[in-house]
């Protein structure tokens, strides 16, 4: 089975993020690759292009948030898609 280049990418992206931070979550080393790679900080488009629930996603945004890797730059409150940049990766 083969990988598109967009999916090695990531997969390289994640084993540097996981590297470097080995304690964090799966999750939130997820959210940290795809700012690595230069995707948009945006909580429901990583939800839905990873096939996460949007909560789960939250939660591991408010870790990474509380442990000084990310800011969150806007949030909706209908619809609480948040938008985020990285701090320190």
């Known amino acids: ?12 992206a994640l084993d540097r993020v996981s590297a470097a931070h080995p304690t964090l979550p799966p999750l939130e080393a ?5 700012l690595e790679l230069g995707l948009p900080g945006d909580s429901r488009a990583f939800a839905r292009t990873f096939g996460v629930e949007h909560a789960l996603v939250l939660r591991a945004l408010a870790g990474l948030e509380e442990g000084g ?4 730059t806007a949030r909706d409150a209908r619809t ?6 990285v701090v320190s990766v």
Not at 1 to 12: C, I, K, L, Y
């Open 1 to 12: 089975m083969s990988t598109s280049p967009g999916e090695a990418a990531f997969v390289a």
């Open 30 to 34: 997820g959210l940290l690759a795809s």
């Open 69 to 72: 890797h990310i800011a969150v």
């Open 80 to 85: 609480q898609r948040t938008r985020f940049t």
